[in-house]
T-cell receptor, first 113, second 111 residues
């Protein structure tokens, strides 16, 4: 069966510090991978998605970046965090395109102080 | 840009009641609509997926309908239970990949 992992589960970082969140998927090949953010009082917002290694689509201009160094690994990074980067970060995967389910990881709670 | 709205934002019902959650979207050119459940501090659990060509989908006590032309979907929960308490999220896919989410309906089912 397929499993999605995210780490760390929680993170408290000062403004201006770097960020690296990791997501890995097990049990499937060539998944589509997604990063979403859920900020207080706002709905889930898509940040990035990837349909293959090295292929990253950015949905929202910001100081975050994403990379996909391996087929089942997706990394979210920042060089300098802002207070507005606080939120709940969710990774998701799907296979194929069109009418496909998306499956979400357990999330990372990021607090920028 | 696709916008998804969910009404009501919060709902409290006694155990055993049937209830309806509403979702509307602005662009009817969608691939599918999905309903998710989110427990506090947790990730999302997929509940139902309705393809754009379908009118409804059922899973256990859950039934979701889709009226693409009017940009509406409803999630019907029969015989609600305290374990159904959670936030329910509606999301539409108009690219076949990414999802556009509503802000959710927070449901509390009291014993």
């Amino acid at each position: 069966s397929q499993t999605i992992h995210q780490w760390p589960a929680t993170l408290v970082q000062p403004v201006g510090s770097p960020l690296s969140l990791e997501c890995t998927v097990e049990g499937t090949s060539n998944p589509n991978l997604y990063w979403y953010r859920q900020a207080a009082g706002r709905g889930l917002q898509l940040l990035f998605y990837s349909v293959g290694i090295g292929q990253i689509s950015s949905e929202v201009p910001q100081n975050l970046s994403a990379s996909r160094p391996q087929d089942r690994q997706f990394i979210l990074s920042s060089k300098k965090l802002l207070l507005s980067d606080s939120g709940f970060y969710l990774c998701a995967w799907s296979v194929g395109s069109g009418n496909v389910w998306q499956y979400f990881g357990p999330g990372t709670r990021l607090t920028v102080t | 840009k696709q916008e998804v709205t969910q009404i009501p934002a919060a709902l409290s019902v006694p155990e055993g009641e049937n209830l309806v959650l509403n979702c509307s979207f602005t662009d009817s050119a969608i691939y599918n609509l999905q309903w998710f459940r989110q427990d506090p501090g947790k990730g999302l659990t997929s509940l139902l997926l309705i393809q754009s060509s379908q009118r409804e989908q059922t899973s256990g006590r859950l039934n979701a309908s889709l009226d693409k032309s009017s940009g509406r979907s409803t999630l019907y929960i029969a015989a609600s239970q305290p374990g159904d308490s959670a936030t329910y999220l509606c999301a539409v896919s108009d690219s076949g990949y990414a999802l556009n989410f509503g802000k959710g309906t927070s449901l509390l089912v009291t014993p």
